[in-house]
């Protein structure tokens, strides 16, 4: 089994920054594909950035050039710098694998989740 545990998420106003981890634990490999989603209030979880087992990275729109993932494997934790935080940014973020080494942003195709970690900002 595999446990993902976020940590980082807190209430900061606009502008700023916010770095949240996701310590990996169990039968994880560091070449699967790990993601960072989001859920506002009322809306779907989305994804907004992926990186593949050997490294590769995307973005959703709404946070290219402001948000970078990445990870550590030597200490199996991923990461999601976030900066030029908006409003809009508001949701529990949520870090999930999937056991492939590519990855995608359809949520239904990663297998682990961790239990959110909540990002307010305010205007």
């Known amino acids: 089994e595999v446990q993902l545990v976020e940590s980082g998420g807190d209430s900061v106003q606009a502008g700023g920054s916010l770095r949240l981890s996701c310590a990996a634990s169990g039968t994880y490999s560091s070449y699967w594909c790990m993601g960072w989603f989001r859920q506002a209030p009322g809306k779907e979880r989305e994804g907004i950035a992926t990186i593949g087992g050997y490294g590769s990275t995307s973005y959703a729109v709404s946070v290219k050039g402001r948000f970078t993932i990445s990870k550590d494997n030597a200490k199996n934790t991923l990461y999601l710098q976030m900066n030029t935080l908006e409003p809009e940014d508001t949701a529990m973020y949520y870090c999930?694998?999937?056991?492939?080494?590519?990855?995608?942003?359809?949520?239904?195709?990663?297998?682990?989740w961790g239990q959110g970690t909540q990002v307010t900002i305010s205007s």
């Open positions: 999930a694998a999937r056991k492939t080494v590519s990855c995608d942003f359809v949520r239904n195709d990663y297998t682990y």
